[in-house]
């Protein structure tokens, strides 16, 4: 089986920069971007414990499984994964 990947979604124009979700971050997918706001230079560290997004005070960040191309063929075609 495929490690799950995600995708960290941030809103930017909610954030005020209280950089919880950085410092809770396990994997340091997110990191202190400019003007103190979070930043993800790369979505395939992050785990999908969900910290960032549960500790957020103002409901900026949204994780997102991301479904990888050949599962979506697959289930288009109407095969099962194995």
Known sequence: MAKKQFRV???YEWCKACGICYNV???KTIV???LN???VPDHSTCIGCLMCENLC???VIN???VTP???VKNEKAGV???
């Open 9 to 11: 979604e941030i809103k």
């Open 25 to 27: 971050c396990p994997t």
């Open 32 to 34: 202190r971007g400019d």
């Open 37 to 39: 706001k979070p930043a």
């Open 57 to 59: 005070p103002d409901f």
């Open 63 to 65: 994780i997102v499984e």
């Open 69 to 71: 191309m050949e599962e």
């Open 80 to 82: 099962e994964n194995a």
